[in-house]
């Protein structure tokens, strides 16, 4: 059987890891390539980094970084932040990531991601959706979360499954940084809607969320942050947890 | 002396292959990475990597002029030789992904997974999932029906022959994720993602053939 994902993700700023409340004030969380080794070996399934800094900075994801980790560590990574060509695709690919996430840029110009499923596969290519509800209503969100766009969630979900997406990764900006648990009802209606892998992020902050995010969010796999770098919940004790309550994991 | 075997990597232009060479080097073993027709002709063992498209794989090959090597290696001289994912699936002889033939390595075929929405079963078939054995085999020595690997694809092989078989994976149905048949292995997972179990795949492949 499949097994649901466990995925921490490292935010870099300037080489480092970082991770914002409600993406703001930004603590230092670390090295980046140690905190990969020991996430790897304590049995995350996946690693997903953000150059948080990039878009705003107009910077590119440094590639360095990424062959490092990619010598350091033998499981899946996904590199994203500022990805905005089908060149800075190929350049990370090459760095030694194993899948790309694409976010402001596709919203910009979505046939971008036409392009780069056709050149490296759906498989690698993951679009990043910030969403956020304003007065009922879920908007896609770009640049960190803080720009508003009038694309409704859903619809943006579905379009970019459809112009060749390998995965989504939905972050809710109303639940990232509370700790508050996952935004299971809006993962749950993208994941019953769409034929590709929904990755959960925004608001873990207990063990019982990652359940309730698999069984009522119908997440495929779930994203954190702070809460393994700062080892509130160790991953290898969630996953026990998770095995116990009935979620298929990888121990 | 294994350790002085020339493992040859060939390079096709189709996907991230330093997660490979990473892995060959942890083990203590050196790796070519080459589209040179003499290098790959004087190999110990290749290893057919592979991220994409089918067509594309095959376009690559062709240009590239390693069809005639390929063959010679892999079915004349007898080599080991272990495809990977895309890698495995070009080892077929053709593919619903495209139109091109593949290299007719092995009698065996990719199709496309199909689920309905209703299935909750998403492509691609993307995380870590369970092989189920289904012949003895040097590659899988240590290795078992809890051994966990990583996948990512959307499209799956279907052997003529059932003694090609090596494992199976259950994803909506029973499909082929691994053949070996003779010197020819193919696993449609990624070794080189699967952390321990993949060490453990590589070490066989590596000390075994």
């Known amino acids: ?251 | 002396m294994k350790q002085n075997q020339q493992v040859v990597i060939i390079d096709y232009g189709m996907g991230n292959i330093g997660s490979i060479i990473n892995m060959l080097k942890f083990l203590g073993y050196k790796s070519v990475v080459s589209n040179d027709e003499t290098i790959i002709k004087n190999a110990d063992k290749i290893i057919l990597p592979g991220v994409g498209h089918f067509d594309h794989a095959i376009e690559n090959i062709q240009k590239l002029h390693l069809l005639e090597v390929i063959n010679e290696t892999a079915i004349i001289k007898k080599k080991p030789f272990l495809g990977i994912c895309l890698g495995m699936q070009i080892m077929c002889q053709s593919s619903e992904e495209g139109e091109l033939s593949g290299l007719s390595l092995i009698d065996a075929h990719v199709k496309k997974f199909s689920f309905n929405l209703q299935s909750n079963l998403k492509v691609p078939h993307m995380g870590w999932n369970l092989i189920s054995i289904s012949k003895d085999s040097n590659l899988l020595d240590s290795l078992d029906n809890n051994s966990r690997f990583y996948f990512v694809h959307s499209y799956y092989v279907q052997c003529k022959n059932e003694g090609d078989i090596l494992t199976k994976t259950n994803f909506g149905l029973d499909y082929v994720s691994s053949f070996e048949k003779d010197n020819l292995i193919g696993v449609q997972f990624h070794p080189e993602k699967s952390h321990r179990f993949g060490i453990t795949l590589f070490k066989n492949f590596l000390e075994k053939y």
């Not at chain 1, 009802?185 to 698999?214: C, K, N, Q, W």
């Open chain 1, 1 to 251: 059987m499949l097994t649901k994902r466990i995925i921490p993700c490292l935010d870099i700023k300037d080489g480092r890891t970082v991770k914002g409340v409600n993406f703001v004030q930004l603590r230092d969380a670390g090295d980046p390539v140690e905190l990969a080794k020991i996430y790897s070996d304590q049995g995350a399934d996946e690693l997903v980094f953000l150059d948080i800094t990039a878009t705003v900075d107009k910077r590119k994801t440094l590639a360095e970084l990424v062959t490092k980790v990619a010598k350091a560590i033998n499981i899946p990574f996904t590199v994203g932040g500022g990805v905005s060509t089908v060149e800075d695709v190929k350049v990370l690919l090459n760095a030694g990531a194993d899948k790309i996430s694409i976010n402001s840029a596709a919203v910009k110009q979505p046939g971008l991601i036409n392009d780069m499923a056709l050149e490296f596969g759906s498989q690698c290519i993951v679009v990043a959706i910030d969403t956020r509800n304003v007065d009922g209503i879920d908007f896609v969100h770009t640049h960190g979360g803080r720009k508003p766009t009038l694309l409704k969630t859903q619809e943006w979900a579905k379009e970019v499954c459809e112009r060749g997406a390998g995965e989504i990764l939905l972050t809710s900006m109303d639940h990232d940084g509370t700790k508050s648990g996952f935004a299971n009802e809006i993962t749950a209606e993208i994941s019953y809607m769409l034929s590709i892998p929904v990755i959960a992020s925004g608001g873990a902050g207990s063990m019982p969320h990652f359940r309730d995010v698999f069984t009522f969010g119908k997440a495929d796999a779930a994203l954190a942050a702070s809460i393994f770098h700062f080892k509130e919940i160790p991953i290898p004790e969630l996953k026990n947890y998770l095995g116990q309550e009935g979620v298929p994991v990888r121990i």
